[in-house]
């Protein structure tokens, strides 16, 4: 008498999670972001307006998606480690997707910065009064910008790239799917954008499909946040 086999590992061409999953997945991105677009800024617990309180609850949501995420691949036997890819070497290798992450960011803020510019898309008051001033701001702010690098490129590029590969067969159409998702998601930033960070989603998407892993885009991910919101709220104080 024979024993039944046992459930195998989904191969790179098949779906990573049930179908289901995945639109919940969305539907809680597009929740996320209408709450964001009606509260004019990150959404929080509770009734703190304080920017941290604001930054801790934006942490914590990001991580309950991903562990979400890692859920609906244990449903179909996987891993998390699955969705970040190859080329997680030692330091040769991190110093070479330092590098690849500071090339795509300049290249790909010349390409938003034309965009914008045709589309007189602006930073509007939501986007202002979420800037980091104090240094407690800051420092909360930077474990904000550790979180939306690691777990939003887990999430975009990761997971819904994944998925929609396996789904239609076609990585250009999963690339550009995940970056419209990627724009969705950003409704406290206005439409304008909303369209711009499609593009930005969209070649995040096309870098991680370049390098067959999600850490220059972690990285490219951090700086872009980081970087841009301390100096925005240096002279914007």
Not at 37 to 60: E, F, K, N, P, W
Not at 125 to 145: K, W
Not at 154 to 164: A, L, S
Request: proline residues 3%.
């Amino acid at each position: 008498m024979s024993t039944p086999a046992s459930p195998q590992p989904s191969t790179s061409a098949d779906a990573i999670a049930p179908a289901w999953h995945t639109i919940v997945v969305v539907l809680i991105m597009l929740a996320v972001s209408g709450l964001s677009a009606y509260s004019r800024g990150l959404a929080q617990l509770g009734h703190s307006q304080s920017h941290i309180g604001r930054y801790a609850t934006a942490i914590v949501m990001e991580w309950v998606v991903v562990g979400f995420i890692w859920f609906g691949l244990r449903l179909r036997k996987q891993h998390l480690r699955i969705l970040l890819g190859e080329n997680w070497g030692g330091a040769r290798q991190i110093f070479r997707d330092l590098g690849v992450a500071v090339l795509f960011l300049i290249v790909s803020n010349l390409v938003l910065s034309l965009i914008g510019h045709l589309l007189k898309a602006v930073p509007n008051d939501a986007i202002r009064n979420l800037l980091p001033h104090t240094s407690s701001e800051i420092a909360v702010y930077f474990l904000l910008t550790v979180t939306a690098g690691i777990c939003e490129e887990i999430i975009f590029r990761g997971y819904f790239q994944r998925q929609f590969s396996a789904w239609f067969k076609n990585a250009p159409v999963a690339v550009v799917l995940q970056g419209i998702i990627f724009g969705a998601s950003h409704g406290y930033q206005g439409t304008k954008l909303m369209l711009v960070i499609v593009v930005f989603g969209t070649m995040f998407g096309m870098l991680a499909q370049w390098r067959h892993s999600l850490r220059p885009g972690m990285i490219a991910h951090f700086l872009q946040d980081f970087s841009g919101g301390v100096m925005a709220g240096r002279f914007m104080k």
